[in-house]
């Protein structure tokens, strides 16, 4: 299982990070993606980070507001978010999935999955 952190109520405009660490095994070895679900939307895929960290795959929707770090020797990773807006207000999830390809940033299909924390954008 994972841990989502750092979920929290901005203003437009405003940016956050949130943070995921799992619980009882190493994320080193599993590429990561950041997902989220809006009230009566279906769950979508933000971006994947590879298990090495050199790989950010962003969808293109938050393309250039959204972004990925980790540190595996902290296990944890990190999700960047800028210019937040209304729309972006969500249920904000990380997925892990296991991949001998430390490179490869694909996390489909996800093998662990955190229980998610809320963000809301609203003045």
């Known amino acids: 299982q994972l841990v989502e952190s750092g979920g929290d109520l901005v203003q437009p405009g405003g940016s956050l990070q949130l943070s995921c660490t799992p619980s009882?095994?190493?994320?080193?070895?599993?590429?990561v993606g950041w997902f989220r679900q809006a009230p009566g939307k279906n769950r979508e895929v933000l971006l994947c980070?590879?298990?090495?960290?050199?790989?950010?795959n962003t969808v293109e929707s938050v393309k250039g507001r959204f972004t990925a770090s980790r540190e595996n020797a902290k296990n944890m990773v990190y999700l960047y978010m800028t210019d937040l807006q209304p729309e972006d207000t969500a249920t904000y999830y990380c997925a892990a999935h296991f991949t001998q390809n430390p490179f490869l940033a694909s996390c489909v299909p996800p093998h662990y999955w955190g229980q998610g924390t809320q963000v809301t954008v609203s003045s």
């Open positions: 980070i590879s298990s090495d960290g050199s790989t950010v």
């Open positions: 009882g095994f190493i994320l080193e070895n599993h590429a």
